[in-house]
């Protein structure tokens, strides 16, 4: 089997020889794009020879109009692919499917519709707060902020397409919004849930691969249970729901994950250590439909020695 082959056996379910692993991290901002952002990915992969590789999306989205207030939502358009500016994500994925081995799956990466709208609205970088210009909205007028956030769906839709017709294998989706502390839960089930599930069904229509990245600590899991992806990711180690309580959750998906991204064992050593935690791993959520990853993103400076242990452990079980 080549590397494509085995990413669809686990999906299906199948045994196959070892078990996937999928690690990222963001590159410095003088990466982030164009032909810099092209070479940090393709240094990557000749220094980790990963099973599947996502690409990373430095793109912000863009609005039509500032907005400020509530009434400023009202009659909210998609902008004409043109005007996006997610073109020069398209050509820097393109020369990467070009440069890197056809058997190779590669995931690009789609923000999700909450941070999209964020990102055009607000300075990046601290979403974190529930306090963020979109959230507040949408507490304050769920049913106009949701109507206007539908330009968002429609945009990152045909991201995705344009993505897949590239030559992605799959979407990685960062969904964000799902902390406990941002939203009421039946406000996230009603308004927020949709916006993402439309765009993962849209994902699934063109028939590529759809990761659901549960993105931050904290968040609700049980209620992205609905949102059909085919993997399932999410911060096992800043929530209350571990991979074995993702079986429950996600029947017949497969689970992504198992190390903290930021701290403990695959970040700071050593490297036998890396072996036994990916052996407990296994033990824990099963070989099949399951690909070894971590919370998030990993640290930029992350000991290449330490994800090539867990690939090593990983393709002996």
């Given amino acids: ?44 992969y000749q220094k980790v020879k990963p099973d599947i590789l996502k690409v990373m999306n430095e793109h912000f ?25 997610y073109e020069e994500y398209l050509t820097e994925f393109r020369m990467l499917r070009a440069e890197l081995p056809q058997d190779l799956p590669l995931f690009a990466t789609v923000h999700g519709v909450l941070v999209s709208a964020y990102h055009a609205t607000e300075e990046p970088g601290y979403f974190a707060n529930p306090d963020n210009l979109v959230s507040r909205h949408l ?22 397409t344009k993505l897949v017709e590239a030559g992605a294998d799959g979407i990685f989706y960062a969904a964000l919004g799902g902390e406990a502390h941002r939203f009421e839960q039946s406000l996230f089930e009603k308004y927020v849930r949709p916006l993402d599930a439309a765009v993962v069904d ?7 691969i759809s990761i659901l990245h549960i993105c931050k ?11 059909n992806a085919d993997v399932i990711n999410w911060a096992i180690h800043e929530s209350d729901y571990t991979l074995a309580d993702g079986r429950r959750l996600f029947p017949g998906k497969t689970l992504l994950g198992g190390f903290d991204d930021r701290s403990g064992v695959l970040v700071d050593g050593p490297t036998e250590e890396i072996a036994r935690t990916v052996a407990e791993i296994v033990a824990e959520v099963g070989r ?13 400076n992350i000991e290449v020695s330490h994800l090539r242990a867990v690939m090593d452990a990983a393709g002996d079980l």
């Fill in 288 to 300: 099949e439909r399951f690909i070894i990853g971590a919370d998030c993103t990993l640290p930029e």
């Fill in 1 to 44: 089997m080549d590397r494509r082959e085995r990413l669809h056996a686990t999906l299906r379910g199948e045994s196959i020889d070892g078990v996937l692993c999928g690690f990222w991290h963001h590159f410095s901002s003088d990466n982030w794009t164009g032909r810099a952002a092209v070479e940090a990915h393709l240094d990557y």
């Fill in 202 to 208: 849209h994902i699934n229509e063109q028939g590529a």
């Fill in 61 to 85: 989205y863009r609005m039509e109009k500032p907005i400020s207030n509530i009434s400023d939502w009202k009659d909210l358009k998609a902008l004409p692919w043109e005007r996006t500016g």
């Fill in 139 to 160: 507490r304050e007028d769920p049913e106009t902020v949701a109507t206007a956030l539908k330009s968002v769906v429609k945009t990152l839709c045909e991201l995705s």
């Fill in 217 to 227: 600590g904290g968040t609700n899991i049980p209620m992205y249970s609905p949102i």
